[in-house]
């Protein structure tokens, strides 16, 4: 096995300064460390156990129950259907890339330099994740209690900025022609391309004999990008 010249040597980030700024306090700092390592940096010898994916997977579920009682809390007048719609949107993969830009946590994200050269840090998927490992790491570390803070302080921008929802672009598109009693939109891959940490999808949507295509980090991206392409087209015309 190649052994990683010394200019490949991962830094460590300043952990202490991103709790810090984004006012969190943790009994076990590691779980923090692991939060914030992509599993390009993580250890081969461990199966890459010390990535982030196992805490993005509970993060998500920690996710989806604060943010379910949240609304609940927030809109006590609305039924199931609203309150599923503003759930939709606000857990959707976008909106937590925009919510972990917003918190700036690309470069506190540990991954190879040469990773960090081709802009990994910056792909959206990629802070989508650390954003869950983030939440996953804090009930771990604290419980619920310790997530639910930080939960309402880097969503609630989102929360009250628009008294509905903004559906994502696929449903959009899906009840503009279901409006005019048109059939249901088509999509297709076109290509796929890149490595595997680092895929590119374009994907092509068909509807009324047009065709748009979108290009994303996940297949799901590049659907909803296509989607956005054929709406803005539609709304030119």
Do not use: C
Request: hydrophobic share 45%; no cysteine.
């Amino acid at each position: 096995m190649a052994r990683n010249r010394p200019e490949e040597t991962i830094a460590p980030p300043d952990l202490d300064a991103l709790a810090e700024r984004l006012g969190l306090r943790f009994a076990r700092p590691e779980l923090l460390l692991q939060a914030m390592t992509h599993r390009s940096a993580a250890d081969p010898r461990r199966g890459q156990l010390d990535s982030n994916e196992r805490l993005e997977f509970i993060g998500d579920r920690v996710l989806g129950l604060l943010m379910a009682e949240w609304l609940i809390e927030r809109f006590p007048e609305e039924r199931e259907g609203a309150l599923g719609r503003r759930f939709g949107a606000l857990v959707a993969w976008d909106t937590l890339a925009s919510v972990a830009e917003a918190l700036d946590l690309g470069p506190a994200l540990v991954v190879p330099p040469g990773e960090g050269r081709t802009g990994l840090t910056a792909r959206r998927n990629v802070l989508a994740d650390a954003l869950e490992a983030l939440l996953g790491a804090l009930y771990l570390d604290g419980g619920l209690d310790a997530a639910r803070p930080f939960l309402r302080r880097a969503f609630a921008p989102l929360l009250e900025a628009e008294s509905r929802p903004h559906a994502p672009a696929k449903s959009r598109l899906q009840e503009w022609l279901q409006g005019r009693g048109l059939a249901l939109p088509e999509y297709r891959t076109v290509s796929t391309s890149g490595p595997a940490h680092q895929p590119v999808f374009v994907v092509a949507v068909s509807a009324m004999g047009r065709e748009a295509e979108g290009v994303g980090d996940t297949r799901r991206a590049a659907e909803q990008a296509a989607a956005e392409a054929w709406l803005a087209e539609v709304e030119r015309r």
